[in-house]
């Protein structure tokens, strides 16, 4: 799995990447990773990651406007145009996020998987390689997080009463097991969804595979940044 094919050029490689590169990750990973190191290509990644989140944003607008009106502070006299400019807001931070939020998260986990690279002294490849791992990999997550918004959207937004009915929306998660923990137990266990587990295992056989070293190391890197993410989502809900 590590290694490339010796009869296929780089310059056929590069030809194939562009926009499929999303899409071959999902479907023949090997072939991507293979990609990956061959051109470094993320912006196609980067483009379906953020015209996913803002679809997720349209999405779930109106239960996000449900949740800030129930988050007023009882007997509250918001007028309406406050009200709106509190969720607009909301929607403003979120789209900013939507767009930079992939360099801040995905450029730290390259820089961390680089440097481990580095430090182990198992392979020469570049940052930017492993952040477009990252990037592509991250692909599977997002459709992940889009099929939660698309449901979220088929119900009416009073059937929401917090943020736990909303990531428990599909049992796609361990939240599953638990769907009346507290908000932070439901922020930790709905990180460990079926598409995130996928989007992990993704990042660990590239990693391997990119920096040539041992599948299990590889897998426990990744498993263990997975972890801090998860935490730092409890941590945003708190």
Same mark, same amino acid.
């Given at each position: 799995? *590590?290694? +490339?094919?010796?009869?296929? @050029?780089?310059?056929?490689?590069?030809?194939?990447?562009?926009?499929?590169?999303?899409?071959?990750?999902?479907?023949?990973?090997?072939?991507?990773?293979?990609?990956?190191?061959?051109? &470094?290509?993320?912006?196609?990644? $980067?483009?379906?990651?953020?015209?996913?989140?803002?679809?997720?944003?349209?999405?779930?607008? +109106?239960?996000?406007? *449900?949740?800030? *009106?129930?988050?007023?502070?009882?007997?509250?006299?918001?007028?309406?145009?406050?009200? *709106?400019? !509190?969720?607009?807001?909301?929607?403003?931070?979120?789209?900013?996020?939507?767009?930079? &939020?992939?360099?801040?998260?995905?450029? =730290?986990?390259?820089?961390?998987?680089?440097?481990?690279?580095?430090?182990?002294?198992?392979?020469?490849?570049?940052?930017?390689?492993? =952040?477009?791992?990252? !990037?592509?990999?991250?692909?599977?997550?997002?459709?992940?997080?889009?099929?939660?918004?698309?449901?979220?959207?088929?119900?009416?937004?009073?059937?929401?009463?917090?943020?736990?009915?909303?990531?428990?929306?599909?049992?796609?998660?361990?939240?599953?097991?638990? @769907?009346?923990?507290?908000?932070?137990?439901?922020?930790?266990?709905? $990180?460990?969804?079926?598409?995130?587990?996928?989007?992990?295992?993704?990042?660990?056989? &590239?990693?391997?595979?990119?920096?040539?070293?041992?599948?299990?190391?590889?897998?426990?890197?990744?498993?263990?940044? &997975?972890?801090?993410?998860?935490?730092?989502?409890?941590?945003?809900?708190?």
């Amino acid at each position: 799995m *590590h290694e +490339p094919p010796a009869s296929e @050029p780089s310059g056929a490689l590069e030809t194939r990447a562009g926009l499929w590169l999303p899409i071959t990750i999902l479907t023949r990973p090997q072939t991507a990773f293979q990609l990956i190191a061959a051109t &470094g290509q993320w912006l196609p990644a $980067y483009l379906v990651i953020v015209a996913l989140g803002l679809a997720e944003l349209y999405l779930t607008a +109106p239960t996000v406007e *449900h949740l800030v *009106h129930l988050s007023l502070p009882a007997g509250a006299a918001a007028s309406r145009a406050e009200f *709106h400019g !509190m969720v607009a807001r909301d929607f403003g931070f979120e789209a900013i996020w939507t767009l930079a &939020g992939p360099f801040v998260l995905w450029g =730290f986990v390259g820089a961390l998987l680089w440097v481990c690279a580095v430090a182990a002294r198992v392979e020469t490849t570049s940052f930017r390689t492993y =952040f477009a791992l990252c !990037m592509n990999c991250a692909v599977p997550s997002e459709i992940g997080q889009f099929f939660d918004a698309a449901a979220t959207r088929l119900h009416d937004p009073s059937a929401f009463r917090s943020t736990n009915d909303v990531w428990t929306v599909i049992p796609a998660s361990l939240a599953a097991l638990r @769907p009346h923990g507290s908000t932070a137990e439901i922020a930790f266990l709905s $990180y460990w969804s079926v598409f995130a587990v996928w989007s992990l295992l993704l990042l660990g056989y &590239g990693y391997a595979a990119l920096a040539k070293m041992s599948l299990v190391p590889a897998l426990l890197l990744v498993f263990g940044i &997975g972890l801090v993410l998860a935490l730092a989502q409890v941590v945003s809900t708190s």
